[in-house]
């Protein structure tokens, strides 16, 4: 009698240890099972973190993105967007690569619709960690992190946009 309790006591300390530890670590990993993410760039010599951030899927075309928008004046938003494949991958890529596209827009007076900067366009991404990090009830989540580069023309005129040390990471979920 006194060896199983002996056993019951140890069993239930186990138990309780290894419950322990798990709540340590699975408060961190619940926080990360989020849509949520950060996008930042020296925009034109200026050191730009993007305060609004977006995460997009784009179910069509079998991508996601990362939109970041900056109010610049009352009438004025400038927004870059970021967009890579659904299916994970890392390495480097530009905009003519299947699924990969850096976009630079600037949208005047809370129009949906603005100019972009796409003549002569240029873009670079380097996608450095792209992952599965868990699933919460019906939803896969991933994980994307890298870096890019943008530059271009506006349509119109001459005036350029030239994005360099551009960093994104962002949390998205696919539902099944």
């Excluded at 009352?74 to 967007?81: G, K, L, Y």
Aim: charged share 20%; glycine share 10%.
């Amino acid at each position: 009698m006194k060896q199983n309790y002996v056993k019951a006591i140890f069993l239930l300390g186990l138990g309780l240890a290894m419950a322990c530890s798990n709540d340590d670590v699975e408060p961190e990993k619940q926080n990360a099972l989020e849509v949520s993410g950060s996008i930042s760039g020296v925009v034109n010599g200026k050191e730009v973190n993007y305060p609004e951030v977006k995460v997009v899927l784009y179910g069509g075309s079998n991508t996601v993105g990362i939109v970041g928008s900056d109010q610049v004046h009352e009438d004025t938003t400038n927004q870059v967007r970021v967009v890579v494949p659904l299916e994970p991958t890392t390495g480097t890529f530009d905009h003519s690569d299947n699924g990969f596209d850096v976009n630079y827009e600037v949208i005047t007076f809370n129009n949906e619709n603005g100019y972009g900067f796409n003549r002569e366009k240029t873009s670079q991404i380097d996608v450095t960690d792209y992952k599965e990090i868990g699933t919460k009830l019906d939803t896969t989540f991933y994980r994307v992190k890298g870096t890019f580069e943008r530059y271009g023309m506006r349509n119109m005129n001459s005036e350029t946009i030239n994005i360099q040390n551009g960093e994104f990471d962002f949390v998205y979920g696919i539902w099944f």
